[in-house]
């Protein structure tokens, strides 16, 4: 088990965000390399062409290591909607053919594959979760030689409950269908073996359980989609553009890997080198730790939520750090203001509440979680 590491966040003890699904509060040390980055754009004399590559690889690098991957297969996104632009943009969907997805699943993974099956003649399977259990058989029994395109997440953003991604890779590989990931709830919280799952695309936005500021994500490209189709076209992002004396020597070729799907702009110190911060911060233990550490966490908060009524499904069917209390009745009105009245900070969502904590959360948190709740 990891050691609480409080102190090196900005949370006064009398705050209990138990909320990392919303989004992660800032390290001490990303806000002082994204202040430190911040005041390299006063003195831009001092910024030299090479540091846009510099200040890019140095993110790429810290990505690729978190999911396992060659730096080369890691595109720099602002956002999950634009990696999974990306690869609407680069998998087929045939006349006919399906989109699978979850139920309630989050929207920026649901909007473009609806553009998507509108355009190509294809339809959208949301699959129902039927039981208390994870969503895996669901899911495989949803895949079929009619499937274009699977598109779910490790874990379902409002339940928090699983889906077997290896079995589900599998099963895409046996019928022929593109597999795109949603990893923005799991990714530095939950392992994943990305080599197993092997998947088309997978993205994740920063902000959350990467632990870095709004606005920066990864997207991973499999080297089969490296001759893919970028969806905007910038200068920095072709080959030679190291050469700015040469840049209207226009060119056809990209950058190696992944790096033709860089976002314009990418080079932007005080978000890369802060979304690097926030990165170096779960490399330091790693994600297995991290996950054993917020599985004790969350087993712990359910125990006791218990002995309120609460219902919980155990890790394995739900995601070590994403704890969903079912409430045993009726949900108290304007509860998630009340508790936050008492400055106990969760997220609602449907008859769940959704309680995410991270490696910031001490005992106390817990217990005002729980008093809160007995209250309420
Ligand atoms: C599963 C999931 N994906 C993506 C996002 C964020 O999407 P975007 O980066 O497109 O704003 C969220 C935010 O809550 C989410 O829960």
Same mark, same amino acid.
């Given at each position: 088990?990891?050691?609480?590491?409080?102190?090196?966040?900005?949370?006064?003890?009398?705050?209990?965000?138990?909320?990392?699904?919303?989004?992660?509060?800032?390290?001490?040390?990303?806000?002082?390399?994204?202040?430190?980055?911040?005041?390299?754009?006063?003195?831009?004399?001092?910024?030299?062409?090479?540091?846009?590559?510099?200040?890019?690889?140095?993110?790429?690098? /810290?990505?690729?290591? &978190?999911?396992? *991957?060659? $730096?080369? =297969?890691? !595109?720099?996104?602002? +956002?999950?909607?634009?990696? %999974?632009?990306?690869?609407?943009?680069?998998?087929?969907?045939?006349?006919?053919?399906?989109?699978?997805?979850?139920?309630?699943?989050?929207?920026?993974?649901?909007?473009?594959?609806?553009?998507?099956?509108?355009?190509?003649?294809?339809?959208?399977?949301?699959?129902?979760?039927?039981?208390?259990?994870?969503?895996?058989?669901?899911?495989?029994?949803?895949?079929?030689?009619?499937?274009?395109?699977?598109?779910?997440?490790?874990?379902?953003?409002?339940?928090? /409950?699983?889906?077997? &991604?290896?079995? *589900?890779? $599998?099963? =895409?590989? !046996?019928?022929?269908? +593109?597999?795109?990931?949603? %990893?923005?709830?799991?990714?530095?919280?939950?392992?994943?073996?990305?080599?197993?799952?092997?998947?088309?695309?997978?993205?994740?936005?920063?902000?959350?359980?990467?632990?870095?500021?709004?606005?920066?994500?990864?997207?991973?490209?499999?080297?089969?989609?490296?001759?893919?189709?970028?969806?905007?076209?910038?200068?920095?992002?072709?080959?030679?553009?190291?050469?700015?004396?040469?840049?209207?020597?226009?060119?056809?070729?990209?950058?190696?890997?992944?790096? /033709?799907?860089?976002?314009?702009?990418?080079?932007?110190?005080?978000?890369?080198?802060?979304?690097? +911060?926030?990165?170096?911060? %779960?490399?330091?233990?790693?994600?297995?730790?991290?996950?054993?550490?917020?599985?004790?966490?969350?087993?712990?908060?359910?125990?006791?939520?218990?002995?309120?009524?609460?219902?919980?499904?155990?890790?394995?069917?739900?995601?070590?750090?994403?704890?969903?209390?079912?409430?045993?009745?009726?949900?108290?009105?304007?509860?998630?203001?009340?508790?936050?009245?008492?400055?106990?900070?969760?997220?609602?969502?449907?008859?769940?509440?959704?309680?995410?904590?991270?490696?910031?959360?001490?005992?106390?948190?817990?217990?005002?979680?729980?008093?809160?709740?007995?209250? +309420?």
């Amino acid at each position: 088990m990891i050691p609480c590491q409080r102190d090196r966040f900005a949370l006064p003890p009398e705050v209990h965000y138990l909320n990392c699904a919303y989004m992660s509060p800032l390290s001490h040390a990303v806000v002082a390399a994204m202040e430190a980055a911040a005041r390299l754009k006063a003195t831009p004399w001092r910024y030299r062409p090479a540091d846009f590559f510099t200040v890019s690889e140095h993110f790429r690098t /810290r990505a690729a290591q &978190l999911a396992g *991957v060659a $730096a080369d =297969c890691i !595109a720099i996104v602002p +956002a999950a909607s634009y990696g %999974l632009a990306v690869a609407a943009a680069n998998v087929p969907l045939a006349r006919g053919q399906a989109v699978v997805t979850l139920a309630d699943q989050f929207p920026s993974n649901v909007y473009v594959w609806q553009e998507l099956a509108a355009r190509s003649g294809g339809v959208m399977r949301a699959v129902e979760r039927p039981s208390q259990d994870c969503w895996s058989a669901a899911v495989l029994d949803a895949i079929g030689p009619d499937t274009g395109i699977v598109a779910v997440p490790h874990c379902h953003w409002a339940d928090g /409950r699983v889906v077997d &991604l290896v079995a *589900v890779g $599998a099963k =895409c590989r !046996a019928v022929g269908a +593109a597999l795109v990931l949603d %990893l923005t709830q799991s990714l530095g919280a939950m392992p994943i073996d990305l080599a197993a799952v092997d998947p088309d695309f997978a993205v994740a936005a920063g902000y959350k359980w990467l632990m870095g500021p709004y606005g920066t994500g990864m997207l991973y490209v499999a080297p089969r989609h490296h001759g893919g189709q970028p969806i905007e076209h910038n200068w920095i992002n072709r080959a030679g553009s190291e050469d700015f004396a040469g840049l209207t020597r226009y060119r056809e070729d990209f950058q190696p890997g992944a790096r /033709r799907f860089d976002m314009g702009e990418k080079a932007n110190p005080p978000l890369l080198l802060g979304a690097s +911060a926030g990165l170096d911060f %779960l490399l330091e233990f790693g994600v297995e730790a991290i996950a054993e550490t917020l599985a004790g966490q969350t087993a712990a908060i359910a125990a006791r939520a218990a002995a309120l009524g609460f219902d919980a499904a155990p890790v394995g069917t739900r995601a070590p750090h994403f704890l969903s209390l079912g409430f045993p009745g009726e949900v108290p009105k304007g509860l998630t203001e009340r508790l936050a009245a008492r400055e106990v900070h969760v997220s609602l969502r449907g008859r769940s509440l959704r309680v995410t904590p991270h490696l910031y959360n001490n005992e106390a948190d817990a217990e005002a979680l729980i008093t809160a709740l007995a209250g +309420a």
